[in-house]
């Protein structure tokens, strides 16, 4: 059974930061990967940023690239999340989620395991 405990969320002033992990359990996770999703109210949940665990190549939204780093620790099975330059439109519930692929997709009904989610808030 696979595990996703998100933390680290906040709230923070615009042009700040938050750094959030995800720590995964159940699995070896070498074939995985993993990626983090938002949602804020009355939207769609969307696509973040993503990490296949093997080889660790990325991916992000455009609308946070440049601002936002993934990356993973194999060593304590934890996936991260640092997040710069945070704007009001970057509120949203943060979710860490799974698949058992090497094929990053954007689309969140495509990945299998989820987290709780953690909120982050930015103030202007």
């Known amino acids: 059974q696979v595990q996703l405990v998100e933390s680290g969320g906040g709230m923070v002033q615009a042009g700040g930061s938050v750094r959030l992990s995800c720590a995964a359990s159940g699995r070896t996770f070498s074939s995985y990967v993993m990626g983090w999703f938002r949602q804020a109210p009355g939207k769609e949940r969307e696509f973040v940023a993503a990490?296949?665990?093997?080889?660790?190549?990325?991916y992000y939204a455009d609308s946070v690239k440049g601002r936002f780093t993934i990356s993973r620790d194999s060593a304590k099975n934890t996936v991260n999340l640092q997040m710069n330059s945070l704007k009001p439109e970057d509120t949203a519930v943060y979710s860490c989620?799974?698949?058992?692929?090497?094929?990053?997709?954007?689309?969140?009904?495509?990945?299998?395991?989820w987290g709780q989610g953690t909120q982050v808030t930015v103030s202007s």
């Open positions: 989620a799974a698949d058992p692929s090497d094929y990053i997709r954007t689309y969140y009904r495509a990945w299998a395991y």
């Open positions: 990490i296949t665990w093997s080889g660790g190549r990325t």
